[in-house]
Nanobody, 122 residues
Framework: VQLVESGGDLVQPGGSLRLSCVASGSGFTLNNYVMTWHRQAPGKEREFVAVINDDGRTTDYADSVKGRFTIARDLAKNTVYLQMISLKPEDTAVYYC??????????????WGQGTQVTVSK
């Protein structure tokens, strides 16, 4: 299984970005995995940002991004998105996508992407 993030960029405060995470691999389908976004700023630990469950309807967010970030998925494209608006300098980080198995046969499986850089600055 491979997760490839894209969409990171340099953006001004108040701007918007949409990150994408394309999943590929034999038999991999998003409805068998819980998909999450995490981020890691320089000198800080990696932190949770958002989750979308295998049902595709249940989502949750870190308090710091609630109301500004939206996670969504496209089953046909095997892609998870993170729409980010009203970006702040403190959102600057490398953003990572993660897949965690949601079924008995894959519950021990998890995969990380390589990350995409988001920089919010004037």
């Amino acid at each position: 299984v491979q997760l490839v993030e894209s969409g990171g960029d340099l953006v001004q405060p108040g701007g918007s970005l949409r990150l994408s995470c394309v999943a590929s691999g034999s038999g991999f389908t998003l409805n068998n995995y819980v998909m999450t976004w995490h981020r890691q700023a320089p000198g800080k630990e990696r932190e949770f940002v958002a989750v979308i469950n295998d049902d595709g309807r249940t989502t949750d967010y870190a308090d710091s991004v609630k109301g500004r970030f939206t996670i969504a998925r496209d089953l046909a494209k095997n892609t998870v998105y993170l729409q980010m608006i009203s970006l702040k300098p403190e959102d600057t980080a490398v953003y990572y996508c993660k897949a965690v198995g949601a079924r008995l046969w894959n519950v021990r499986n998890y995969y990380w992407g390589q990350g995409t850089q988001v920089t919010v600055s004037k």
